[in-house]
C-alpha cells in the first residue's frame, strides 16, 4: 500500500514537472513582470501577516493584472486552476487565508530537492502581492 502510494506520488510529480515545463516553453516568459503598484498607499518593508488592501478597488484591478503576467501560467487563467498548481480560488478567506497566502508568495515551495513554485517576494514585491491577494478575494469559490 505504502508502496504504491509512492509510486502514484513519483508519477504525479513527474507529470507535473512536465506540465510546467511545457507550459513554460508554451507562454515563452517566465521572468516576473514588474507591477506598478504606485496607486497604492505603502505599507512599509517588513512583511505583514493580513491583507492591508482587502476590498480596495484599485488594488482589485492591479492585482487581477498581476495575477495574469505572473501566476496564471501555473494556477490558471482567472484562478480556475487546470490541475498544474492547486486552484487559488478555493484559498480561505480572511486572515488565515492572508497568512498562507503571503507565506507561499514570499517564499514558494520546494521540497524533494524540486521547485515546485518560485518565490515572488524579493522579485515583484509586499504591494503587488497584497493587491494579488485583494483581487483572488473576489473570485473565492468555497
Ligand atoms: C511555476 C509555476 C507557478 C507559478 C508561476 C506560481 N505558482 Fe503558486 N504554486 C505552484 C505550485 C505547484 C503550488 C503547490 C506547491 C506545493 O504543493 O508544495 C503553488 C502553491 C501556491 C499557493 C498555496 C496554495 C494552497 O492551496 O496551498 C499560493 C497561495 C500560490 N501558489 C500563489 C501564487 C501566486 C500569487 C503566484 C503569482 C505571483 C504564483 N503562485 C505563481 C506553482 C506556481
Redesign the pocket.
Known amino acids: 500500500m505504502r508502496k504504491y502510494g509512492r509510486i502514484a506520488f513519483l508519477s504525479a510529480a513527474c507529470v507535473?514537472a512536465a506540465s510546467?515545463a511545457s507550459s513554460v516553453l508554451a507562454h515563452g516568459n517566465v521572468t516576473p513582470q514588474a507591477v506598478d503598484t504606485s496607486a497604492l498607499p505603502d505599507i512599509g518593508e517588513a512583511w505583514l501577516k493580513q491583507n492591508p488592501y482587502k476590498d480596495n478597488a484599485a488594488a482589485i484591478k492591479i492585482g487581477e493584472s498581476a495575477?495574469g503576467q505572473?501566476?496564471a501560467?501555473?494556477?490558471g487563467l482567472e484562478a480556475e486552476s487546470g490541475g498544474i498548481?492547486?486552484d487559488?480560488r478555493y484559498?480561505e478567506l480572511g486572515e488565515s487565508g492572508d497568512e498562507?497566502?503571503i507565506e507561499?508568495?514570499q517564499h514558494g515551495?520546494a521540497?524533494d530537492g524540486k521547485v515546485?513554485?518560485?518565490p515572488?517576494g524579493d522579485v515583484?514585491g509586499q504591494k503587488a502581492g497584497w493587491a494579488?491577494r485583494s483581487w483572488l478575494e473576489t473570485k473565492h469559490q468555497e
Open positions: 507535473l510546467v495575477y505572473n501566476c501560467r501555473c494556477h498548481a492547486p487559488l484559498l498562507w497566502f507561499r508568495y515551495s521540497h515546485y513554485m518560485p515572488m515583484l494579488i
